[in-house]
């Protein structure tokens, strides 16, 4: 099955908000909430960010938040700042044999 | 604290096999399913495998189903990969991580470990 799909890249500047689209099927992400957003700077690993669509971790800044319609989850960073620069890549639960679908993953970066 | 380590990467030529393992520290091994999750060179994440809290239920990508296997030993801490019939797409750096919880929430994954990696290549 294929990956969800994710822009390869996004940009903002320190303050603004953006948002990183994340579209999948009715298979994953349009029947389940089972949304997960991850964050990776350049050299480190994954970090949870965002799960069951619109939840954060403990220590997770509330500039950070989740939303879905339909198909198609999303990731806002409001408050833009440069420690946000980073790689962040969407996750859901499907119902085909694979599990779990990551999305391709989108370039965050700060101007 | 939570500690993943992860060890048995290396360099392996195609077609041969290799044994992933995943120490495990700060946390009760056995209330948590465990996942791998691999990333290639400058590439995206891909979901590899999981394995259930007590072992008893394992599932795996399409890409490595039929190659690999996942198991744990509660009683020592560890989470192991065996990848068997490797081929030149398994080169990545293998994470493994630590679900969030049980239920719906064994879908997400609080803590990763730093990698290994490993080369398919002749």
């Known amino acids: 099955q294929s990956a969800l799909t994710q822009p390869p890249s996004v940009s903002g500047s320190p303050g603004q908000s953006v948002t990183i689209s994340c579209t999948g099927t009715?298979?994953?992400?349009?029947?389940?909430?089972?949304v997960s957003w991850y964050q990776q700077p350049p050299g480190t690993t994954p970090k949870l960010m965002i799960y069951?669509?619109?939840n954060r971790p403990s220590g997770v800044p509330d500039r950070f938040s989740g939303s879905k319609s339909g198909n198609t989850a999303s990731l806002t960073i409001s408050g833009l700042q440069a420690e946000d620069e980073a790689d962040y890549y969407c996750?859901?639960?499907?119902?085909?044999?694979?599990?779990?679908?990551f999305g391709g993953g989108t370039k965050l970066t700060v101007l | 604290e939570v500690q993943l380590l992860e060890s048995g990467g290396g360099l392996v030529q195609p077609g041969g096999s290799l044994r992933l393992s995943c120490a495990a520290s700060?946390?009760?091994?056995?209330?948590?399913?465990m996942t791998w999750v691999r990333q290639a060179p400058g590439k995206g994440l891909e979901w590899v495998s999981d394995?259930?809290?007590?072992?008893?239920?394992?599932y795996y990508a399409d890409s490595v189903k039929g190659r690999f296997i996942i198991s744990r030993d509660n009683s020592k801490n560890t989470l192991d990969l065996q990848m068997n019939s490797l081929r030149a797409e398994d080169t990545a750096v293998y994470y493994c991580?630590?679900?969030?919880?049980?239920?719906?929430?064994?879908?997400?994954?609080?803590?990763w470990g730093q990698g290994t990696l490993v080369t398919v290549s002749s």
């Open positions: 991580a630590k679900s969030l919880g049980g239920g719906i929430y064994k879908y997400y994954f609080d803590y």
């Open positions: 700060g946390f009760t091994l056995g209330n948590y399913a």
């Open positions: 394995i259930s809290e007590s072992g008893g239920s394992t």
């Open positions: 009715s298979s994953d992400v349009g029947s389940y909430n089972r």
């Open positions: 069951e669509v619109s």
């Open positions: 996750s859901s639960y499907t119902r085909s044999s694979t599990y779990v679908l």
